[in-house]
């Protein structure tokens, strides 16, 4: 299956996975309804994609006009394949003399990079593998949540059927959730006090 950037300056581009069965890509049509519920938000953004893959969120964000991107993932081929594709719409973004945002991606567990690294993000995604979910998913969200600016969302993917609401922890809301297919999309927001 390839992976194509759906919108923006880098629209059809082709997305380079890392080699290797060890990453799941978001599909184009779970991306597409991602993006088109956070558009509004786009412009300026911050963000911060956990799990990253071959970056296929962070991409479609900087094509879509984000501020910033910071890609986080252990496994070097995706390092590797995320810098790839970083180098790719710099260059279609200079070749049609757009401004594109700043980005980097950054090889580290992302459970340390949560320990160590401070915000604020507008958007944090996070998409991990599923059978980490139930064990690591509060305190990811927790440490996420303080990376966030006060109107930030972290947006989380998972295995449909997956209890949120037991893995969510005090300070976050989930104030949106979708299903497709296997996939539930989830969204979150720091909870406001009374």
Known sequence: MSIRITSGLAKGMVVKAPAGDKTRPTSSKVREAIWSSLQTRM?????????????????EALS???HAVTW??????????????QR??????QAQSE?????QAVRQDVSRFLSVRSGPY????????YDLLSREASVWLSAAARLLTPDGMIVLESRRGEDLAALCPPDLVVVKEKQYGDTMVSYLEPKTEP
Do not use: W
């Open 64 to 66: 879509r006009g984000a």
């Open 122 to 129: 507008d958007l944090i995604f996070i998409d991990p593998p």
């Open 88 to 93: 790719e719409i710099e260059r279609r973004a």
């Open 99 to 103: 401004e594109i945002g700043k980005s």
């Open 43 to 59: 412009p300026c953004a911050h963000l911060l994609d956990l799990f990253a893959g071959s970056g296929a969120m962070g991409l």
């Open 72 to 85: 986080v993932d252990a496994d070097t081929r995706a390092v590797r394949a995320i810098q790839e594709n």
